[in-house]
């Protein structure tokens, strides 16, 4: 059964930086599609980005809103994949998950997410 | 982006309804289809790709159908794990964009 634990959240001032991880099992890391999507307090799901499997050119993808100041990478070895965030902003204020897949059958496995508070 | 929007936004029903949530995309999405079931503080659980096809664990009252534009989500025979958000989201397209919910409450 894939497990997905995620790590990093915590307090940031606006304007910081973070990194988030998660840890994969149960499933082969290498192959999958990695992404990360967050629910902000109160609102719905939003996709924030996704990495492809080394075999598929390990491209990746990001939602608009966070292009350009959010990086995805991925750790094959250690099964992680990480988000770097930086030049956080207090909209970014979020509980973020990471999940496998991200493509045409959807997010598949899903962790319990980790919360991300920007705040001065 | 494709918008995806769903209704009701939320619902109050017993244990044992039949329940059906609608979800409506902004343009024809054939049937790359997904519901999700969220509830807080747990990861959330992949229910249905493909607009019908039910993911392995996935009890059977749940059911989906739909394509093109239009799809739904019915649950036949509410249990007491049921109650929870659920959302549904398209899969043709990048961006992946999801509904906005529908909160299943107990009435």
């Known amino acids: 059964e894939a497990q997905l634990v995620e790590s990093g959240g915590g307090l940031v001032k606006p304007g910081g930086s973070l990194i988030l991880s998660c840890a994969g099992s149960?499933?082969?890391?290498?192959?999958?599609?990695m992404s990360w999507l967050r629910q902000a307090p109160g609102k719905g799901l939003e996709w924030v980005g996704r990495?492809?499997?080394?075999?598929?050119?390990?491209?990746?993808d990001y939602a608009a809103p966070v292009k350009g100041r959010f990086t995805i990478a991925r750790d094959d070895f250690r099964k992680t994949v990480y988000l770097q965030m930086s030049s956080l902003k207090i909209e970014d204020t979020a509980v973020y998950h990471c999940?496998?897949?991200?493509?045409?059958?959807?997010?598949?496995?899903w962790g319990q997410g980790t919360l991300v508070t920007v705040s001065s | 982006d494709i918008q995806m929007t769903q209704f009701p936004s939320s619902l109050s029903a017993s244990v044992g309804d039949r329940v059906t949530i609608t979800c409506r995309a902004s343009q024809n999405i054939n049937r790359y289809l997904n519901w999700y079931q969220y509830k807080p503080g747990k990861a959330p659980k992949h229910l249905i790709n493909a607009a019908s096809s039910l993911q392995s664990g996935v009890p059977s009252r749940f059911s989906g159908s739909g394509s093109g534009t239009d799809f739904t989500l019915t649950i036949s025979g509410l249990q007491p794990e049921d109650f929870a958000t659920y959302y549904c989201q398209q899969s043709y397209i990048t961006p992946p964009t999801f509904g906005q919910g529908t909160k299943v409450e107990v009435k």
């Open positions: 990495i492809q499997s080394k075999a598929a050119g390990e491209s990746t």
């Open positions: 149960g499933f082969d890391f290498s192959y999958a599609w």
């Open positions: 999940t496998t897949g991200g493509g045409y059958d959807g997010f598949e496995d």
